[in-house]
């Protein structure tokens, strides 16, 4: 342990100014350390980090390496705070950890981190090219920890092996005997898995062109991306996917590809109606059962079921007072120790805790409605809703001002990686899926990166307005010290 921490110390120290870029590598790991005590998210220990040498490298006079710009992205975080803030003086929670009636107070310290997070990554200047190498890290630690998860769902001693140190890994494989089938179950680590590649694939890389298997590391990408949601059963990831795939093309003005990749999505569609589709994964049967095509008929009741208990969790919610007691400033994050109890039992196959209590009603005390409108309402009010459907807007201003400014780069790919979701997010969340206890705080980290973009463009423009002044110096100069021309003397005219 001594060796480690030193090992990492000399780390983080040769890190120097970069430092920060931890924080969005580290936001690629989904899971929690066990082995601490709330199980912290890995970009909680970055963030405290990069807060540590931030303040020592300020103490040091080197104030240079910062950069302090108020704009409008700062505006919308500070929205969060107001919004969570007064969540939190009217609904105050306590923690699991520390024993309690009611619990759910960790969610105040993720948005925490996650404001903090964001006014670290505001003051960083850098560039383009360490945009593009903070990406790539992003993508391989983030393709890597989906993996892992998705492996454990097969291999239940895995999960078992890595659940005590890391939560990345399926509560519900890691306590089982046999690893998940594919022919009755979802793999639900391919969700994760599947997004993080079908984002990289469509946002760095033109996304048709992932399509040709002459482009191996795009090409495997894609495969990665789709088959893994496939196989997930998520709708919602693989409508995810083809989202990245419409934008990811729009952005880049090429119509056509379109027009292409639906007539390949037909081909391929019909070869499967063709080899059949009773035969395909549960997940692939699953997702499928949106179209009028031959898929099982509980596979599609069940898909059916789903949907249609999801809208009925947000009716109850909405119309009624028994889960939300005030709509318009929210309940806060809390809710009782004995729910968050019942459904830890439940997952373990022990129902008795939770007699007299159905999923869904466990699911809606803890304000899990599987809808970020419902959600937001339901922890912060219609209030905090504003507030986030505010920041969401002016992420999407911030994420189009720059992929504009940067069009034609070579970094161009890495900066769509970071912009791109900005512009889906307002319309995802709202009208296909949205986590705003957990799942919100992440993108208010991500803003950070839109705030590095800014810093850029902002850093480029006063060069080039320096650059300018410097040469219009220069053309007054050399005007002044050459000869003044003799001014030609008018003709006299003779009578």
Sequence with gaps: AWIAGFGGLIFVLSLGRSVWTLIPISLALGGGINLLPGSPRVVWLATMVTVAMFMLRFALRRR??????????????????????????????????????????????????????????????????MIRTVVILMVLVGLADATLGVVADFL???????????????????????????????????????????????????????????????????????????????????????????????????????????????????????????KLPFGAQRILSVLPVGVDDRIKKSAQDSSEWRFEMWRLALTTDRYIQNKFLGDGFSFRADELAATQDALEGDKRRSAGMTMEDIMM??????????????????????????????????????IQYFRGRPEWGYVLFICVPFLIHPFYLMLVFGDYRFGFPEI???????????????????????????????????????????????????R
């Design 64 to 129: 240079h390496e910062f950069t302090f710009r108020w704009n409008w992205l700062d505006f919308a975080i500070l929205l969060q705070v107001f919004a969570v803030g007064q969540a939190y003086l009217r609904n105050p929670s306590g923690v699991a950890l520390l024993g309690g009636s009611s619990v759910g107070g960790k969610a105040y310290f993720v948005y925490a981190f996650a404001v903090i997070a964001y006014f670290m990554l505001a003051a960083v200047p850098t560039n383009l090219r």
């Design 156 to 278: 239940p001693g895995l999960a078992a092996f890595v659940l005590p140190f890391y939560s990345g890994v399926s509560y519900a494989s890691a306590h089982s005997d046999a690893g998940v089938n594919t022919d009755t179950e979802r793999v639900t680590g391919g969700k994760s898995a599947g997004e993080a590649a079908g984002r990289a694939a469509f946002t760095i890389f033109p996304p048709i062109s992932t399509l040709n298997p002459l482009h191996p590391i795009r090409f495997v990408l894609m495969a990665m991306g789709v088959g893994l949601t496939v196989i997930s059963g998520y709708r919602s990831s693989m409508g995810m996917l083809l989202i990245y795939f419409v934008v990811g093309t729009l952005v880049r003005r090429r119509f056509l590809d379109l027009m292409l990749a639906g007539v390949i999505g037909i081909v391929g569609l019909a070869g499967v109606l063709v080899v059949g589709v009773d």
């Design 365 to 402: 005390a803890r304000g899990s409605y599987h809808g970020f409108h419902v959600e937001a309402i339901r922890m912060t009010g219609a209030l905090g809703l504003t507030c986030a459907l505010i920041a969401l807007g002016i992420f999407f201003r911030s994420a189009w001002k720059n």
């Design 444 to 494: 208010l980290i991500m803003a950070g990166m839109l705030k590095i973009l800014d810093n850029i463009r902002r850093a480029e423009a006063l060069e080039m307005a320096a650059l300018s002044r410097t040469e219009t110096a220069k053309d007054r100069k050399t005007e002044a010290r050459s000869p003044a021309r003799a001014l030609p003397v008018p003709a006299v005219q003779s």
